[in-house]
């Protein structure tokens, strides 16, 4: 098995990972093989794969997937930490979830927190529980990243359940539960690095027009964030 993007993965899995690695490995029938496996052979490696890493630490079931390689004759696994988690810059256990916090792909000077379950991955809505775990996680990422989260941005759960009918690539808001903390370019281009050659542009793209409609909402405090989470939570049960 090879590992790409391992670094989130064996910091938050540090005693589980050899596991993952070693039990991963094909048996001899499906590493050798003279033509690649069957579309039903892959099936089944993938399906052991997932067993595998759910016996190792159920939360990587969610935070891996995996690829079959060919090489010669050979095959192999490849786990793979999924995109959209791969440059999660601080990660906190806390009640039954992991929170990471992900600078944005989308080049705003924005961090998002996202939380996943062990049980069924990301999640659309926090419990009380969990909104406590989440100001501690929040505590937590302002300590070693060295900025403060003053500006948070939401979309209740509402607004995000009326983009589930589009396509998903189309969908203006994730349906899964996220916030968004607003940090100096500075800051961002630090936890980013690939954006530090255009971090100037970056400060001047955080006022541009196109971005806008990210500004268009007004920013909560920690408090209003808490009383929005909070009554959200009330109406799900």
């Known amino acids: 098995m090879t590992a790409r993007g391992a670094p989130v993965a064996r910091r938050l899995f540090a005693s589980t990972w050899p596991c993952v690695g070693t039990?991963?490995?094909?048996?001899?029938?499906?590493a050798h093989t003279a033509e690649p496996l069957s579309e039903t052979a892959t099936r089944s490696v993938f399906q052991q794969a997932r067993r595998v890493v759910r016996a190792c630490d159920p939360l990587l079931a969610?935070?891996?997937?995996?690829?079959?390689?060919?090489?010669?004759?050979?095959?192999?696994?490849?786990?793979?930490?999924?995109?959209?988690?791969?440059?999660?810059?601080?990660?906190?256990?806390?009640?039954?979830?992991?929170?990471?916090f992900i600078p944005s792909e989308k080049l705003e000077p924005v961090v998002v927190v996202v939380a996943m379950h062990a049980a069924v991955g990301r999640v659309s809505r926090l419990t009380a529980t969990q909104i406590e775990g989440l100001g501690?996680?929040?505590?937590?990422f302002e300590a070693c990243c060295g900025t403060a989260a003053t500006a948070l941005y939401y979309t209740p759960a509402r607004e995000r359940g009326s983009c589930t009918g589009a396509p998903a690539a189309q969908r203006a808001h994730s349906a899964h539960f996220h916030v968004k903390i607003d940090v100096p370019s500075d800051v961002f281009a630090r936890l980013l690095p690939v954006t530090q050659p255009v971090a100037a542009g970056l400060a001047v793209l955080r006022d541009a027009a196109y971005l806008a409609h990210h500004r268009a909402r007004v920013p909560l405090t920690w408090a209003q964030l808490v009383e929005t989470l909070s009554a959200e939570t009330r109406e799900g049960r």
Do not use: P, W
């Open 23 to 30: 039990q991963l490995e094909l048996d001899a029938a499906s």
């Open 62 to 100: 969610h935070m891996l997937e995996f690829k079959l390689v060919r090489d010669g004759c050979r095959n192999y696994v490849n786990a793979r930490v999924r995109k959209e988690i791969v440059h999660a810059v601080y990660t906190a256990r806390e009640a039954d979830v992991l929170f990471l």
């Open 136 to 140: 501690r996680a929040v505590r937590g």
